[in-house]
């Protein structure tokens, strides 16, 4: 069996697994020693593929039109460092880190199957959320996904990739504006994409963050914040 | 590649890992000379693989974007920034191959590939082409089919056992002997040089 999920290093890498088998090969190679360590390089062959590309140049309005949206993202947007950079150490580290990694970001845009898997694990509030006009997405710093918030403030956490929080953990999902962090809501992470309904309305100029604490919850933030937004 | 004068100019110095280090922390003119470095390819790539002109424009927006957005993801992998990037682009033409339902028929002869390559391609991207077409051609023809639909065609694993009429587990063995066999090959002929030293 070790042998089989070991050949799908090349499929993973190719980006040519069906879904199931790619979530089964994540797992494995979180634990995996062998596939982790021949994975880059098999990902560096399949990239050089793209080489044996005749590429005639690009239309010159792309770049434009390329750099007009990066700028758009830019002035809008607060980014957040260096406080909210990866925690080297600890079980949050372990638990978050190891699941944001190389391979699996590539996947984070999924494919239309997966969006409906999410829309049938995700509650209708979190999808109202979403998909109300004038919700407004905000991309997630140290996790792939987006913060979306309604013109009502209520908003919802859509987030790729995520491990199941450790035994005994939960991910707890706060809101900081000016005082201590509000909690607003817990989740226990786990494969694909969520959407998550924060329990609390979000503030212009909110912060919205994700740490990992005991299950249950915490009404105190008592660990490092993984990831998460800053509303402009 | 249309790489504009200017402030840009510092920009050809630096690394493609520090380019995204930069874009990592908002700088647009750092995203702005990566696109000057990649788009070319990605453009061709995405093109390859959706053969329309309009949808691999919106596939390379969209991986740019993406790049805005996770170059802080990157930091700390032990990936390539080349391959990173690729891959990116890679992902979101799939994706959109997959998802407008177009079919990939002949992956090969779609974008014609003018001998000698085009007057206005930069000869480090022929050169790499030509590295990587040896290396193909010094695969058993079924692992070389293999990488291809795949890559190219954007078929997964089990479609390709179907359209081929091989087992699932034949098909998982040729990709994984092709993809390992090119890579060796690759690296003998030292194709690891970043794109702008070769």
Same mark, same amino acid.
């Given at each position: +069996?070790?042998? =089989?999920?070991?050949?799908?290093?090349?499929?993973?890498?190719?980006? !040519?697994?069906?879904? =199931?088998?790619?979530?089964?090969?994540?797992?494995?190679?979180?634990?995996?020693?062998?596939?982790?360590?021949?994975?880059?390089?098999?990902? =560096?062959?399949?990239?050089?593929?793209?080489? =044996?590309?005749? !590429?005639? !140049?690009?239309?010159?309005?792309?770049?434009?039109?390329?750099?007009?949206?990066?700028?758009?993202?830019?002035?809008?947007?607060?980014?957040?460092?260096?406080?909210?950079?990866?925690?080297?150490?600890?079980?949050?580290?372990?638990?978050?880190?190891? !699941?944001?990694?190389?391979?699996?970001?590539?996947?984070?845009?999924?494919?239309?199957?997966?969006?409906?898997?999410?829309?049938?694990?995700?509650?209708?509030?979190?999808?109202?959320?979403?998909?109300?006009?004038?919700?407004?997405?905000?991309?997630?710093?140290?996790?792939?996904?987006?913060?979306?918030?309604?013109?009502?403030?209520?908003?919802?956490?859509?987030?790729?990739?995520?491990?199941?929080?450790?035994?005994?953990?939960?991910?707890?999902?706060?809101?900081?504006?000016?005082?201590?962090?509000?909690?607003?809501?817990?989740?226990?992470?786990?494969?694909?994409?969520?959407?998550?309904?924060?329990?609390?309305?979000?503030?212009?100029?909110?912060?919205?963050?994700?740490?990992?604490?005991?299950?249950?919850?915490?009404?105190?933030?008592?660990?490092? +914040?993984?990831?998460?937004?800053?509303?402009? | 590649?249309?790489?504009?004068?200017?402030?840009?100019?510092?920009?050809?110095?630096?690394?493609?890992?520090?380019?995204?280090?930069?874009?990592?922390?908002?700088?647009?003119?750092?995203?702005?000379?990566?696109?000057?470095?990649?788009?070319?390819?990605?453009?061709?790539?995405?093109?390859?693989?959706?053969?329309?002109?309009?949808?691999?424009?919106?596939?390379?927006?969209?991986?740019?974007?993406?790049?805005?957005?996770?170059?802080?993801?990157?930091?700390?992998?032990?990936?390539? /920034?080349?391959?990173?990037?690729?891959?990116?682009?890679?992902?979101?033409?799939?994706?959109?191959?997959?998802?407008?339902?177009?079919?990939?028929?002949?992956?090969?002869?779609?974008?014609?590939? /003018?001998?000698?390559?085009?007057?206005?391609?930069?000869?480090?991207?022929?050169?790499?082409?030509?590295?990587?077409?040896?290396?193909?051609?010094?695969? /058993?023809?079924?692992?070389?089919?293999?990488?291809?639909?795949?890559?190219?065609?954007?078929?997964?694993?089990?479609?390709?056992?179907?359209?081929?009429?091989?087992?699932?587990?034949?098909?998982?063995?040729?990709?994984?002997?092709?993809?390992?066999?090119?890579?060796?090959?690759?690296?003998?002929?030292?194709?690891?040089? /970043?794109?702008?030293?070769?």
């Amino acid at each position: +069996m070790t042998n =089989d999920l070991h050949e799908l290093t090349a499929g993973y890498a190719l980006d !040519a697994l069906e879904e =199931d088998e790619r979530r089964a090969f994540e797992e494995h190679l979180a634990s995996c020693a062998v596939c982790e360590g021949e994975l880059p390089s098999l990902h =560096d062959a399949a990239a050089a593929l793209a080489h =044996d590309v005749y !590429a005639p !140049a690009p239309p010159a309005e792309l770049r434009d039109r390329v750099l007009r949206q990066v700028h758009r993202e830019r002035t809008n947007v607060v980014r957040l460092r260096p406080r909210w950079q990866w925690p080297v150490a600890g079980v949050a580290a372990v638990a978050a880190g190891a !699941a944001i990694g190389f391979g699996i970001w590539a996947f984070s845009e999924s494919s239309s199957l997966d969006r409906e898997r999410a829309a049938r694990r995700a509650d209708a509030k979190a999808l109202a959320i979403v998909a109300a006009p004038g919700s407004i997405r905000f991309p997630l710093y140290g996790a792939t996904g987006a913060l979306v918030v309604a013109r009502s403030g209520q908003a919802a956490l859509v987030v790729s990739g995520l491990r199941p929080a450790p035994e005994g953990k939960t991910y707890e999902v706060w809101v900081v504006r000016g005082g201590p962090p509000q909690p607003a809501g817990i989740f226990p992470g786990g494969s694909g994409r969520l959407v998550v309904a924060l329990k609390r309305v979000v503030p212009h100029g909110a912060r919205v963050a994700v740490s990992i604490e005991k299950a249950g919850g915490s009404e105190k933030l008592t660990g490092s +914040m993984l990831f998460g937004a800053q509303t402009a | 590649m249309g790489r504009e004068q200017g402030t840009r100019g510092e920009m050809t110095h630096l690394s493609d890992e520090a380019l995204l280090a930069l874009v990592s922390r908002s700088d647009d003119e750092a995203l702005a000379e990566l696109y000057d470095r990649y788009g070319r390819i990605a453009y061709g790539l995405a093109l390859r693989i959706l053969r329309d002109r309009a949808l691999a424009e919106d596939a390379v927006q969209e991986a740019f974007l993406g790049i805005w957005r996770s170059a802080e993801s990157f930091l700390g992998e032990r990936a390539k /920034p080349s391959t990173w990037i690729l891959t990116i682009v890679h992902r979101r033409a799939v994706d959109l191959v997959r998802r407008e339902e177009r079919r990939r028929g002949e992956p090969l002869d779609v974008v014609a590939d /003018p001998a000698g390559g085009a007057a206005d391609e930069e000869a480090s991207l022929r050169q790499r082409r030509r590295a990587v077409q040896a290396a193909l051609r010094q695969l /058993p023809d079924d692992q070389r089919e293999a990488l291809e639909l795949a890559y190219y065609g954007g078929f997964t694993q089990s479609e390709l056992a179907e359209r081929l009429g091989q087992p699932l587990g034949t098909i998982k063995s040729r990709m994984f002997a092709g993809l390992r066999r090119l890579r060796d090959l690759l690296a003998d002929a030292g194709f690891d040089a /970043p794109v702008t030293e070769l």
